[in-house]
T-cell receptor, first 112, second 113 residues
């Protein structure tokens, strides 16, 4: 089983739709979680950290389910500019770079 | 504000040739520095990281090496490139203790022929 797994997609949704991605992780001791966004042929950019209580940033909501070992990202009212690949990142031990694992990403295309 | 730059953006190199990718960070001191490689359809693979000048940790045995000659400078090198070295190389920095919050450079796309 991969350490961090994501559905590669692609998810093709119309503008204004709500879309959700899940990411599962295998290490139950994982301590911190993040979502990054990567545009085609560009560098990844931190979208948001995922807190235990869940957190929201505008149209984006991230949640953590430790019991089932997954994190989710919900995007409401999708915009064309949301088209990108969304990377799930899991940190096994805070402060340890070698414990940081990136998923392969979920591709989202928002259609006009 | 902090910025990170890496260069060159694109490289086409023959097998057996040397490689040097450079990365610099501005606006912060004593950052953690990283080199990652991203292959098509795969997650980012950590190659090297550094917590200070001259301190390099290697994560994957390979023909690449890294150096940190100055606090905010990180260099990725190879003496002889292999075909398998092709990929998208990303430099990144983070604050100490905040390893999950990475800030990436623009990336260097290497094609080895």
């Amino acid at each position: 089983r991969k350490e961090v797994e994501q559905d590669p997609g692609p998810f093709n949704v119309p503008e204004g739709a709500t879309v959700a991605f899940n990411c599962t992780y295998s290490n139950s001791a994982s301590q911190s979680f993040f979502w990054y966004r990567q545009d085609c042929r560009k560098e990844p950019k931190l979208l948001m950290s995922v807190y235990s209580s869940g957190n929201e940033d505008g149209r984006f909501t991230a949640q953590l389910n430790r019991a089932s070992q997954y994190i989710s990202l919900l995007i409401r009212d999708s915009k064309l500019s949301d088209s990108a690949t969304y990377l799930c990142v899991v940190n096994g031990v805070e402060g340890s770079a070698r414990q940081l694992t990136f998923g392969s990403g979920t591709q989202l295309t928002v259609l006009p | 504000s902090q910025t990170i730059h890496q260069w060159p953006a694109t490289l086409v190199q023959p097998v057996g040739s040397p490689l040097s990718l450079e990365c610099t960070v501005e606006g912060t001191s004593n950052p953690n520095l990283y080199w990652y490689r991203q292959a098509a359809g795969r997650g980012l693979q950590l190659l090297f990281y550094s917590v200070g000048i001259g301190q390099i940790s290697s994560e994957v045995p390979q023909n690449l090496s890294a150096s940190r000659p100055q606090d905010r400078q990180f260099i990725l090198s190879s003496k002889k490139l292999l075909l398998s070295d092709s990929g998208f190389y990303l430099c990144a920095w983070s604050r100490t203790g905040r390893t999950g919050e990475l800030f990436f450079g623009e990336g260097s796309r290497l094609t080895v022929l």
